[in-house]
């Protein structure tokens, strides 16, 4: 009974995760397909913005009266973004700054001697989370002994092994005020709570200054004290159709933002011929999410093949989903007229449904949606968005910033696994759950025998939501010599993920700040907006 339970347990992971892959490999093959379709089809035409619409915040007056009375309450606003943005950040920045004094100070007038790392003391929060703090014991110059705990914990698995020794630096005067000889271990946290302190309260400054500064000559306009937040932008696009006539159409993309297609500006766009002809903004939209989700359905789909394994509990499964879709599809066709029923089953049996002339992509008319914005609104906006634009671009400079750093210590750690670690095989002993408010993440707890035939043990620091390994399994495994509970499984080129995702996430937000800055340039010197004005 419990080997079937266990059975269907296991088939419900897998074919989940073959669900989830289907479901992205579905949408992303979609998106891509998408795209091609019209990169293929299609003909390249080229046109020009004729006009902004916008949809939303109907019921704001641009024409309000600058003299009435403010809101109660709204003068609290500016003391609570202080203290959000410059107090609880320069309180984080303080504790970062301490914790790196403390580090320097000890390794720089204290004396260092060699300790045993004697356990590692556990505590879990209420999420389920387990840090580990390392206990430490060492002999003074002096001769006297000292057991001492770490002030500095981490989660997923202890730091350093028991048995294993490390160089500890303590005050003279006070023994017990200690660090360990252990750069990131102890400047880690540090830099980290410096690093996101400086990050908010340079957002915070940008607005401030930013916020207030003038705009600049040509762009001047009348910012609304309501701003313009709740409302979207639909570009109006004109172009030729193949018969020489002047046609119009509305893009169906929105945005809270129009400086890259100002009034004048010119596009590419695809065009269908057809009476009337379908045509859309040419564009990278749908191939960039639709790899989106391809890739992550790959990886997925993989993983499930992989952990798939033929057994009655599948069975059991894929016979209860068939019998649920099949009452289904019962209970939908008994709502169908039986004219039309009878209809379609003829189109079927006659081959007629499958003809690709029934099949027909259209391009959708947003023609009536929203209003023209007049040229004056137009003025208006442009001074507000530049203003946001470019404190945006600065923004994601700073997390450019962030990513890099982090890019390039997570390349130089597996590096480091690269070129000096030793590989073995281990075994899979279990599967440790840590649960959040609204998932369950599962980690692999892995056992192995070092060179030196000592058996090691560890918590795999890549969970998922579903097992990626069971009890047995068998994995190899990558560890340093120095340092063997700091072992990882061996995932070949996937344990390049993280750095490569934070390298890519550093690559495109540089591309999007640069972008933003063009777009605030091209808005403040455009010839044709101003034209259009």
């Known amino acids: 009974m419990f080997d079937l339970i266990f059975s269907v347990f296991e088939a419900w992971n ?8 289907s479901v992205f490999l579905v949408i992303g093959g979609g998106m891509v397909g998408y795209f091609l379709f019209w990169s293929l089809k299609a003909r390249k035409i080229k046109g020009r913005v004729a006009g902004i619409k916008m949809v939303g915040n109907a019921s704001r007056n641009d024409d309000s009266n600058p003299a009435d009375p403010p809101v109660d309450g709204k003068g609290a606003l500016p003391i609570v973004m202080i203290l959000f943005f410059i107090l609880f950040p320069m309180i984080f920045m303080g504790i970062g700054v301490w914790m790196a004094y403390t580090y320097y100070d000890l390794t720089s007038n204290g004396f260092r001697v060699e300790a045993n790392v004697v356990r590692n003391e556990s505590s879990t929060d209420s999420d389920g989370n387990t840090s580990y703090k390392t206990v430490v014991s060492f002999t003074d110059r002096n001769g006297a002994s000292h057991e001492v705990r770490d002030t500095i914990s981490y989660g997923s698995s202890p730091s350093f092994d028991i048995g294993s020794r490390i160089g500890v630096y303590y005050d003279p005067d006070d023994p017990t005020r200690f660090v360990l000889d252990d750069f990131w271990h102890n400047m880690g946290i540090s830099i980290a709570f410096i690093a996101f302190s400086s990050v908010f309260i340079l957002i915070f400054s940008s607005i401030a200054i930013y916020g207030n500064k003038p705009a600049r000559k040509g762009l001047k306009g009348k910012v609304s004290k ?59 939209i749908s191939l960039i999410f639709g790899l989106i989700f391809l890739i992550p359905g790959l990886f997925i789909g993989q993983m499930a093949l992989a952990q798939f394994k033929f057994s009655f509990g599948v069975v059991l499964l894929i016979g209860g989903a068939v019998a649920f879709i099949f009452f289904k599809a019962v209970k939908f066709l008994d709502k169908i007229p039986s004219e039309d029923k009878r209809k379609g089953w003829e189109a079927l049996r006659s081959g007629e449904a499958f003809n690709s002339e029934n099949f027909k992509v259209t391009s959708k008319d947003n023609s009536s949606k929203g209003r023209l914005l007049t040229s004056g609104e137009i003025r208006d906006r442009t001074a507000s968005q530049v203003k946001v634009t470019r404190i945006s671009g600065y923004i994601m400079l700073l997390l450019v910033l962030g990513l890099s750093i982090g890019a390039y210590y997570a390349g130089l750690s597996m590096l480091s696994y690269v070129n000096e670690g030793i590989s073995v095989r281990g075994e899979v002993t279990g599967l440790r759950s840590k649960r959040s408010d609204d998932s369950t993440v599962y980690h692999a707890l892995v056992k192995f025998t070092d060179k030196e035939g000592k058996e090691r043990r560890f918590e795999d620091s890549v969970g998922s939501s579903h097992p990626s390994y069971k009890q047995g399994d068998d994995v190899a495994v990558l560890y340093l010599p120095d340092s063997p509970g700091d072992a990882i499984i061996d995932r070949g080129i996937w344990n390049w993920t993280l750095s490569g995702l934070l390298a890519a996430g550093a690559f495109f937000l540089l591309w999007a700040a640069l972008a933003s800055f063009r777009t605030v340039a091209r808005a403040e010197r455009s010839v044709s907006f101003r034209t259009a004005l």
């Not at 897998?14 to 892959?21: D, F, S």
């Open 14 to 21: 897998v074919l989940g995760l073959i669900l989830m892959a």
């Open 226 to 284: 309501g701003g313009y937040g709740q409302e979207t932008y639909y570009p109006v696009f004109e172009y030729r159709t193949p018969q020489g006539e002047r046609a119009e159409f509305t893009g169906s993309v929105g945005g809270n933002t129009f400086l890259h297609i100002l009034p004048g500006t010119p596009v590419s766009l695809l065009m269908i011929p057809g009476d009337p002809p379908k045509v859309k903004k040419r564009g990278y």
